[in-house]
């Protein structure tokens, strides 16, 4: 779900699906919404739509899979889709893989992993360098039986809270500052607790902050 103030010209909308699929269409496409609904994007069989974004053409795409790779590339390498087309490839994936997550790249952040056991870290965004769109990407983290396969990417800043949820119910609410800065090649540190059995299934970023 997307807050949009108004549907203004030189605004888009950037979308990402589960199997790497990239659309970029014009925000001014979506102002004359039906009783229905209207056709935001064409997915292939099988596919699904993971993240939609507002951005204004200019910025970098984050992707970031669910066995640990990622890509960063320049907007401008998306091509301009009317609403309702497919789009074009944003990253190559290995069998068995797919994209859990998409950010649109601001200055100063961090990319923050978390696995299904519990483990995270964050990375500055310049160990990603630019690729090409439609690449294999490089490392994001290192996955193992340790910290099992990705589960979400954010990007965040110093200031940010998170929420992380695991499939028992269980939420734990905790400060970005206090997550370790490390590199891309690593499992993380462990950022929740589980029982056996349970895993990491969410994580999302608090938009209040906690008074001091």
Do not use: C, H
Not at 173 to 178: C, I, S
């Amino acid at each position: 779900m997307l807050a949009v103030k108004e549907f203004a010209e030189g605004r888009f909308l950037v979308m990402a699906t589960e199997k790497g699929v990239i659309n970029k269409t014009p925000l001014t496409g979506f102002s004359n919404p039906r009783t229905g609904g209207i056709i935001a994007i064409t997915l292939d069989e099988g596919d699904q739509l993971i993240a939609v974004r507002q951005t204004d053409g200019n910025k970098n795409i984050f992707l970031g899979t669910r066995k640990g790779q990622a890509i960063q590339f320049k907007e401008d390498d998306v091509r301009i889709i009317n609403r309702g087309g497919r789009g074009v490839k944003g990253i190559e994936l290995e069998k068995d893989d797919s994209v859990v997550g998409m950010e649109i790249i601001v200055p100063n952040s961090t990319i923050l992993t978390v696995s299904e056991r519990g483990y995270g870290k964050r990375t500055p965004i310049e160990e990603y360098r630019i690729q090409s769109r439609g690449g294999k990407g490089i490392i994001n983290i290192k996955i193992s039986e340790r910290n099992g396969e990705v589960i979400g990417i954010r990007q965040v800043l110093e200031e940010d809270e998170l929420m992380i949820v695991s499939s028992d119910g269980t939420l734990i609410r905790l400060k970005v500052k206090g997550i370790s800065v490390i590199g891309r090649n690593t499992q993380g540190v462990r950022l929740i607790d589980l029982r056996e059995g349970d895993r990491v299934v969410g994580i999302a970023k608090l938009e209040e902050k906690e008074e001091e």
